[in-house]
């Protein structure tokens, strides 16, 4: 950057790295210090003076440079945790150099970060001070997290989806998340989980995909629309409904690459970070992917367990249909020959009565038989389309 009068590194204050200086050197360092897209801060260590920061850690705290210079960390709220800097600075004074220390910052606007510091002592402006290297871990702790959740919903007793939609809002700081599938469904329907900050027990209920950002996801179309998601899909019942302003959504994909459903991500404010909301979004995908088919699995078995149960039911019903028409059929037998016998020994004028006694017996052996014949009928059916 421009090192001219007014420029950062009119700014940047004398250095003396082991105890010699000079001006080619702070002009190398200088350059350096600004250009650098790490972020970078120089504090002195009598009391967190800020000497310089250069603009990856204006952008990284959200402060402007005139609002750092001349405060201290401790004014200015950066250190977290209490008691973090003291903890550093006598790691520092005891090993010279610190690498890959683990910290918590908090930046201008409330939101805390993980960060990852590297620490050094050098010389300037005649002071003891510390250059301190800062990377974000921020979003790799929050890839993590959804890792850790993930695994962790599927021993939840509240139901994978149930647990990993809950956790899923909490990582990415968001009111809504939604799992949709369409299997066994009607075109333009689909079973869809939403997620809401203040439905604390949502359940599985079937919603219109028409005119829906779900509907294209279904496509196989991966979906972020960072704000003004009303003005693409105007006619959407729920984003109308919940004043949504953002939506990212991913397809969910079986083993085989069949279409299972989707997850979606929506919130009321603007959605920023594309690559890394895609990047989690699509680690839960793969996850639910896995879990709609073992459920699918899951539901063929209760099926085929259904089917075996009413055939055996079946089964069983003709069992004791054929042994009550094979009794009665017997019963039947001896009555007929009874009246048969009065028929020929019996008084006369009994004939008529007897006749008309034995045709009615007759046609309920004629039943009886067709019962026995429909159980046998039933039970080779039943046998026949038991599942195996």
């Known amino acids: 950057m421009n090192s001219g009068d007014g420029g950062p590194s009119s700014s940047f204050p004398a250095l003396q790295a082991n105890g010699q200086g000079s001006q080619q050197l702070h002009a190398r360092l200088a350059s350096e210090f600004w250009a650098l897209p790490v972020a970078l801060i120089m504090t002195r260590v009598a009391d967190g003076l800020i000497f310089a920061a250069n603009d990856a850690f204006e952008q990284l705290l959200g402060y402007k440079r005139v609002e750092l210079l001349g405060h201290t960390v401790d004014e200015l709220g950066i250190h977290a945790l209490p008691g973090q800097r003291q903890r550093i600075l006598a790691r520092l004074a005891s090993e010279g150099v610190l690498r890959g220390v683990e910290a918590v910052f908090l930046t201008k606007g409330g939101k805390l970060l993980t960060v990852l510091l590297s620490n050094s002592n050098i010389e300037a402006a005649g002071e003891p001070c510390v250059l301190t290297h800062i990377v974000d871990l921020t979003d790799r702790h929050r890839v993590e997290e959804t890792l850790r959740q993930i695994i962790m919903a599927k021993d939840s007793p509240r139901g994978f989806f149930h647990h990993l939609a809950e956790r899923l809002a909490a990582i990415l700081e968001i009111e809504f998340v939604a799992f949709s599938r369409i299997d066994g469904m009607r075109e333009r329907q689909a079973r869809a989980l939403i997620w809401e900050e203040d439905v604390r027990a ?72 594309p690559e890394l909301l895609r990047h989690i979004l699509e680690l839960v995908a793969v996850s639910a992917g896995s879990e709609i088919e073992r459920m699918l699995a899951e539901e063929e078995r209760h099926q085929v367990e ?24 017997n019963v039947l037998a001896a009555i007929l020959n009874y009246t048969t016998l009065a028929q020929v020994e019996g008084p006369r004028g009994t004939d008529i009565w007897s006749r008309s006694f034995a045709l009615r017996i007759a046609r309920s052996t004629l039943c009886a038989r067709s019962w026995s014949s429909a159980a046998r009928r039933n039970r080779s059916a039943s046998t026949s389309s038991s599942p195996r």
Not at 205 to 215: D, I, R
Not at 233 to 259: Q, T
Not at 307 to 322: N, T, Y
């Open 306 to 329: 259904r089917q075996l149960f009413q055939s055996q039911k079946m089964e069983a019903l003709g069992v004791l249909s054929g042994g009550i028409a094979h009794d009665f059929n």
């Open 202 to 273: 949502p359940e599985w209920g079937e919603v219109s995909l028409e005119g829906t950002p779900c509907e294209e996801v279904l496509k196989g179309t991966t979906i972020f629309i960072g704000e003004g998601i009303l003005t693409r899909f105007p006619k959407a019942p729920f984003l109308c409904e919940n004043r949504i302003e953002s939506y990212a959504g991913v397809p969910i994909l079986g083993r085989r690459g069949r279409i299972l459903g989707c997850v979606s991500a929506m919130s009321r404010r603007p959605l920023r970070e």
